[in-house]
C-alpha cells in the first residue's frame, strides 16, 4: 500500500462532521477495526487504553477531544475541565499537554459562540502539521540512511534497528522513526528492519510488523533481548527509535528497553538516532531521569501474555506463578551522550542543549 495515500491515517474527522475516527489499535495486528469517538470522555479514553498511543497521536487525539468537548459545552467551566481529564489520561508523552496547551490558548480568549468551529480548525490543523514535521522527519532521516548506503558501496541492504513502533500508527501518517525508512525504501534504497518485539504490550510486534508488511518493507522480528546479539555480530548499520519527551538537554524518553539498546549500540559502535517532531520537546525540564514522569501500568501485562485462539478470541495467559507480581514501567530514559543525533523536522542535531537550541532559536532556555 503506498504511504502517500490520502486515506492513509490513523485520525480524521468522521463523515457526520462531528465524530472523529480512529483505528482501534488494541485489535491489531489481528482486525483493522475503526471506531468513532464521539465525546471528550470516549477520546479521553481511547487515549488511556491504548486504542491511540504513540505521543503525536495521542497528541491529536486530545486537541480533537477538545473539540468534542465544545460540542458539549463552549463553557470556559468545561473548557478546564476536559483540559484535566485528557491531560490525566498518560502522563509520558509531551505532546499531550503541547496540543491541550495549545488549544486551550487559543479557545480561551473566544467567545463562547466562537469556540467549537475554532477548535475543530485547530485540531484538523495539528493533525495536517503532523503530517507535514513526519515527512519533513523522513527527509533529513533519508539523508543518514543513504550515506550509510553509500558507505556500504551499495552492497546489501541497510539493516536498521527500531524499538517499540514509532511508525505512522503512532503519528497521523509517515511515523517518524519509519519516516526515513519508508521515504529510502520509496527512493529505491534496499532497506531491512530489525523490528524489537516490545514486551509487554508487543508493539514492535503488532504494530510495527503489520505497518512495515503493509507497505512490503522487508524486517524481521527480534526478541528484545536480541539487539545485543545482532549489533555484536555486525548485523545493525544503524537504530532509530522514537521518542515520549525528550528534554532540552536532549535526554530522551522512549519506550522500556530503548535505553538498553542505546547502551548496546554504543559498546558496538552503531550509530543510534532519535526521531522527533518539535512538539516532543518539553523545554521546561533538562534531567530527563529525574524529571521525566514514567509510566507503570498495570502489572498483569507483565504476568501474562495475549494472544489470539484459533477461534481468533482475544486470550490473556499468564506465565508466572500465581503468587509472583510484576512491575511495569512503561518507558525509560537513554541519557543525551548515547544518542548519535536527533532527527527533526528542522534538520538533525546533537542531542545536547546547544544542538537544539542552534535548529529552534530561542526556544531553549537555561
Ligand atoms: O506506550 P506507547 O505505545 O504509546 O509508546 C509509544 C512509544 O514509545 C513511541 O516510540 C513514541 O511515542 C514515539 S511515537 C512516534
Avoid at 121 to 130: F, G, L, N, P, T
Wanted: net charge negative; charged share 20%.
Amino acid at each position: 500500500m503506498d504511504i502517500d495515500a490520502d486515506t492513509l491515517r490513523t485520525i480524521w474527522l468522521a463523515e457526520d462532521g462531528g465524530g472523529v475516527d480512529i483505528i482501534d489499535q488494541t485489535r491489531l495486528p489481528f482486525e483493522y477495526s475503526v471506531v468513532r469517538l464521539e465525546t471528550m470522555l470516549e477520546a479521553a479514553h481511547a487515549i488511556a487504553d491504548m486504542l491511540v498511543r504513540g505521543a503525536p497521536l495521542i497528541g491529536a487525539t486530545a486537541a480533537y477531544g477538545i473539540a468534542l468537548a465544545m460540542r458539549e459545552d463552549t463553557s470556559d467551566a468545561h473548557l478546564d475541565s476536559a483540559y484535566r481529564a485528557l491531560l490525566d489520561a498518560r502522563p509520558t508523552a509531551v505532546n499531550l499537554r503541547w496540543a491541550l496547551d495549545d488549544m486551550r490558548a487559543l479557545l480561551r480568549p473566544l467567545p463562547t459562540t466562537k469556540r467549537l468551529a475554532a477548535a475543530y480548525v485547530r485540531a484538523r490543523e495539528i493533525c495536517e502539521e503532523d503530517i507535514a514535521i513526519c515527512s519533513a522527519i523522513g527527509d533529513h532521516g533519508l539523508e543518514i540512511i543513504e550515506a550509510i548506503w553509500e558507505k556500504k558501496d551499495r552492497q546489501g541492504p541497510v539493516n536498521i534497528l527500531t524499538h517499540c513502533n514509532a511508525g505512522w500508527l503512532a503519528t497521523v501518517k509517515w511515523g517518524t522513526a519509519t519516516a526515513p525508512i519508508y521515504k529510502a525504501h520509496q527512493a529505491g534504497i534496499p532497506v531491512h528492519v530489525w523490528v524489537d518485539e516490545t514486551r509487554p504490550r508487543n508493539q514492535g510486534a503488532g504494530l510495527t510488523a503489520w505497518e512495515l508488511g503493509r507497505h512490503n518493507v522487508p524486517h524481521t522480528l527480534i526478541v528484545d533481548n536480541a539487539g545485543g546479539h545482532v549489533m555484536q555480530h555486525g548485523m545493525v548499520d544503524l537504530c532509530i527509535v522514537g521518542t515520549d519527551r525528550t528534554t532540552r538537554s536532549g535526554d530522551v524518553c522512549n519506550k522500556i528497553g530503548t535505553y538498553l539498546k542505546a547502551l548496546a549500540a554504543r559498546d558496538n559502535e552503531v550509530p543510534f538516532y532519535v526521531a522527533l517532531p518539535s512538539p516532543t520537546i518539553d523545554w521546561t525540564i533538562s534531567d530527563g531521569v529525574r524529571d521525566i514522569p514514567i509510566e507503570r501500568r498495570d502489572s498483569a501485562e507483565v504476568t501474562h501474555v495475549i494472544g489470539r485462539d484459533p477461534q481468533g478470541a482475544v486470550v490473556q495467559v499468564r506465565i508466572t506463578p500465581d503468587a509472583t507480581d510484576g512491575a511495569n514501567y512503561a518507558f525509560d530514559v537513554t541519557p543525551a551522550h548515547l544518542v548519535s543525533g536527533l532527527i527533526t523536522e528542522k534538520g538533525v542535531s546533537e542531542a545536547s542543549a546547544q544542538g537544539l537550541q542552534a535548529l529552534f532559536p530561542g526556544r531553549g532556555g537555561s
